[in-house]
């Protein structure tokens, strides 16, 4: 009996420490189309960084600068069709915009 009494109170344990451990867990996002921010498909995570810093890291996703018109660059990655227009302001990616691979 004292042996039953100790598996029941092992296996409880075990139940709580499951449960506790799923609680622990956060939700999965949805799944979405959307590619993930800062990646070789979405550049809008190096908003705000200075330009000649993240310019690199951009390149090192894969893009490569395509034109320029003033303050504003053209950024395609060819892997994944991903196309970038980055507006720079006071040395800053002011804002970064991802458009359709015919844009580049």
């Not at 004292?2 to 598996?7: A, F, I, P």
């Not at 451990?21 to 921010?37: I, M, R, T």
């Not at 690199?56 to 227009?85: D, H, K, P, V």
Request: charged share 15%; with cysteine; hydrophobic share 40%.
């Amino acid at each position: 009996m004292e042996t039953d009494m100790k598996n029941a109170t092992k296996i409880a344990a075990g139940f709580s420490a499951l449960f506790l451990l799923g609680a622990c867990v956060e939700e999965s996002a949805p799944l979405v189309s959307a590619p993930a921010v800062g990646s070789a498909s979405d550049l809008s995570d190096f908003e705000g960084a200075r330009a000649g810093q993240a310019e690199m890291g951009i390149t090192n996703l894969g893009y490569e600068l395509i034109r320029s018109e003033g303050l504003t660059s053209y950024w395609f990655n060819r892997a994944t069709g991903a196309c970038a227009q980055i507006v720079t302001s006071d040395g800053r990616y002011s804002s970064i915009t991802m458009l359709p691979a015919g844009d580049c």
